[in-house]
């Protein structure tokens, strides 16, 4: 196994990164259900995604990657909450690592650059869906302030079982 970075750079994601974006998305998709897409992507499929966080606004992609080859290391995103005109002061985040960097403060980088990179904007809340169980994932956003809110149970039906939701929130 290769031995990891010591120098990381977080920075906006680039079209550039699409390929590589889509094939980490894509390792969640097939082994894991922290994502409830059930069928992997090809990056023209993910390239609507990609192009609808710019590098500025509410919505936004933050790509943590290696100084030396700009390997991408993780990403993170703030979304739309949902659809209707009243939630636009609130988006959802997440954060994807890939999978040999779990523990070694990728996840925290790329939050600290979105949140810093949001806190301009006319945002009131963040919210984070967290597929269960992820200890991790909880005890990262518990990390930024987010704080629990609720739990959909068995929302979301994936590798032939129910998983449940837990919901937390952070204010801007």
Do not use: C
Request: no cysteine; glycine share 6%; charged share 25%.
């Amino acid at each position: 196994m290769p031995s990891e970075p010591t120098e990381v750079q977080v920075r906006p994601g680039v079209e550039d990164d699409l390929e590589a974006l889509t094939a980490l998305y894509n390792h969640y998709v097939r082994e894991t259900a922290i994502t409830f897409d059930t069928a992997i992507f090809t990056p023209e499929e993910r390239r609507p995604w990609l192009l609808s966080h710019p590098e500025d606004g509410p919505y936004r992609l933050m790509v943590a990657t290696t100084l030396d080859s700009q390997r991408i290391l993780g990403y993170a995103t703030s979304s739309p909450f949902r659809a209707k005109p009243a939630y636009t002061t609130s988006v959802e985040t997440t954060v994807y690592v890939a999978p040999h960097t779990g523990r070694r403060g990728i996840g925290t980088l790329l939050y600290k650059a979105l949140f810093e990179a949001l806190s301009g904007e006319d945002l009131h809340r963040a919210y984070a869906g967290i597929a269960q169980p992820n200890e991790a994932s909880a005890r990262l956003h518990e990390r930024f302030g987010f704080r629990y809110v609720g739990t959909y149970r068995e929302v979301g039906r994936k590798f032939g079982r129910y998983w449940d939701v837990a919901w937390y929130e952070k204010p801007l």
